[in-house]
């Protein structure tokens, strides 16, 4: 085996020169392709990240909504509530009036007496 040239060692060191400079443009290239698929990602992230704020938003509306009717019921049945507890007490007082009647005419009333 020979030693090689002066020549040989030139041109395998621009062979390599040249493999080096094709691995750096592919290296760029797939930099350029991987900066471009961020941005896509990032711009379908945003979208998707829009398209949720709006159901959530939509979605807390509804719910307000929701929440008010369940509110105007509420006050609705405890005014019914009410008025029921009023027509209980009425009632009742009624009875009592009438029984304690009865009493004070059984006790205080004469048995000749005609009321």
Do not use: H
């Amino acid at each position: 085996m020979s030693d090689p040239t002066f020549q040989e060692l030139k041109d395998l060191i621009l062979g390599i020169d040249k493999k080096n400079q094709e691995l750096k443009d592919l290296v760029l290239g797939l930099d350029k392709k991987m900066d471009i698929q961020f941005i896509e990602l990032k711009s379908d992230i945003r979208s998707v990240e829009d398209r949720l704020t709006g159901e959530i938003k939509r979605v807390e509306e509804k719910l307000g909504g929701e929440i008010r009717r369940v509110e105007e019921k509420v006050n609705g049945i405890d005014k019914r509530i009410s008025n029921e507890e009023f027509i209980s007490r009425g009632a009742l007082t009624a009875v009592f009036v009438s029984v304690s009647a009865g009493v004070i005419k059984y006790l205080f009333s004469s048995p000749n007496s005609v009321l």
